[in-house]
């Protein structure tokens, strides 16, 4: 976990969580100023940002490039109190650890987030490959609303075979 630099007295101990994210949902962050996740879609109960680096790059490398042609890594701060009220699921392995916020919440969550939610990493397909056919590519801008993620319970698009 990364250490959160020490501030006044009166500000609140924080969380540090991660969030993979595919283009159309990064685009709609930084519609926020970088200080807000956007509302679920209706079949997307859950909002889950995961407690570790790691486990965030695993996802956005393997399943978002896949599905949406480049995926990113993003870290944020949260009030450590607030945070405390949701659950951490373990969704595999040891680390695989995830906080699973109900979509209905989420607007309040966004209020508890200090500061501004930073892109620490990008990853795009090898080189020689294009996105999946279809995707929206790397630049690609999505209207803002309602966003559907990607996430590793959802089975990658099948390798095409040249």
Same mark, same amino acid.
């Given at each position: 976990?990364?250490?959160?630099?020490?501030?006044? $007295?009166?500000?609140?101990?924080?969380?540090?969580?991660? +969030? *993979?994210?595919?283009? $159309?949902?990064?685009?709609? /962050?930084? !519609?926020?100023?970088?200080? !807000?996740?956007?509302?679920?879609?209706?079949? %997307?109960?859950?909002?889950?940002?995961?407690?570790?680096?790691?486990?965030?790059? +695993?996802?956005?490398?393997?399943?978002?490039? *896949?599905?949406?042609?480049?995926?990113?890594?993003?870290?944020?701060?949260?009030?450590?109190?607030?945070?405390?009220?949701?659950?951490?699921? %373990?969704?595999?392995?040891?680390?695989?650890?995830?906080?699973? /916020?109900?979509?209905? $919440?989420?607007?309040?969550?966004?209020?508890?987030? /200090?500061?501004?939610?930073?892109?620490?990493?990008?990853?795009?397909?090898? %080189?020689? $490959?294009?996105?999946?056919?279809?995707?929206?590519?790397?630049?690609?801008?999505? *209207?803002?609303?309602? %966003?559907?993620?990607?996430?590793?319970?959802?089975?990658? *698009?099948?390798?095409?075979?040249?």
């Amino acid at each position: 976990m990364i250490d959160t630099p020490r501030r006044d $007295e009166a500000a609140p101990a924080t969380r540090t969580l991660w +969030r *993979p994210t595919g283009p $159309e949902e990064l685009a709609l /962050v930084e !519609a926020s100023g970088w200080r !807000a996740w956007p509302p679920r879609l209706p079949d %997307q109960p859950i909002f889950y940002p995961v407690l570790n680096e790691d486990y965030a790059i +695993r996802i956005a490398r393997d399943w978002n490039v *896949p599905a949406s042609g480049v995926g990113h890594v993003t870290r944020f701060e949260i009030e450590a109190d607030f945070a405390a009220r949701y659950p951490v699921r %373990q969704a595999g392995g040891e680390t695989i650890l995830e906080l699973w /916020v109900p979509a209905e $919440e989420l607007a309040e969550f966004n209020r508890h987030i /200090v500061g501004r939610i930073e892109l620490v990493r990008s990853f795009h397909p090898p %080189q020689g $490959e294009s996105p999946r056919p279809g995707s929206r590519g790397p630049g690609a801008r999505r *209207p803002a609303g309602p %966003q559907k993620a990607t996430h590793p319970r959802r089975k990658p *698009p099948a390798a095409r075979t040249p």
